[in-house]
C-alpha cells in the first residue's frame, strides 16, 4: 500500500524538523522545496490541498504550461527554478518564478541585469556551483565561485541570496554540502539549497535553509526529466 501525497509531505517535513532539532537547528530555518517536474497539475494539486506552497520545477516550457493556472486557484505559491536556464528564456523565467537557484555563468547575469535595467523585478537568485567538478553538470565551478560571486554583487548588484548545488549522483554527499556552507559563508549569504530524495537529512544537520525533494513525496517520475 503507497502512501497519499499528503502522508509523504508529513512524513518528510517531519523528518526534516528531527533532524534540524537533533542538530540543534531551528526546524522553520530549513524550508522544503517540493519538486513537481514531470507531474501534472492534478497530481500537484494533491500537495497544494495538503497546505503545501513551495515547489520546484526545472524547465520553464513545463512550468508555464501548469503554474500560472494553479496559482489562480491557490494563493500564496512560491515557485522555485531549479534546472538551468539559458538566456533567451530568461525572461520568462523572471515572471514565473519567485525563486532562481541556477544562476551559474556570466552571460546569464549580464541577462538578469539588462532585464531590470528595463524595469522587470529581479526574483531572488541562488548561484549553483558544480561541487564535483562534472563536466556535463552546470554551475560555477568552486575554483570560480569567489570571483564569480564578487562580481555578482559589485559589478552587477544583483540579489545573491545564496547557493545551490547537485552532487555527484555516485559520491557521498556530504563534503559537497560542506563545501558549498563554505563558500557560502565566506560571502556572508544566508540560503544553502542543498539535500534532495536520497540526502535531505544530511543536507539538513550540514546547515541546508532549502532541502529540494521530488520523489520521496510525490513517487517515481514516470518519465526522466531532463537537466
Ligand atoms: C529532480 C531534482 C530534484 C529532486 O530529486 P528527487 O531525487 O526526486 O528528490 C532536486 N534538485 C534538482 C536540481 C532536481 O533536478
Redesign the pocket.
Known sequence: MSATIEENLAAVKARIAAEAEAFGRDPAAVRLVA?S?THPAETVAEALNAGHRRF?E?RVQEAAAKWPGLRARYPGIELHL??PLQSNKAREAIALFDAIETLDRPKLAETFVRLRDEGLALPRLLVQINTGCEPQKAGVLPSEADAFLDRCKTEWNLPVAGLMC?PPVEQEPSPHFALLRKIAERHGLPELSMG???DYPIAVTLGATLV?????IFGA?AYP?A?
Open positions: 519538486v517536474k520546484g526545472n531549479i534546472g547537485i534532495m530524495s536520497d529540494r525533494v521530488g520523489s520521496a517520475r526529466a537537466g
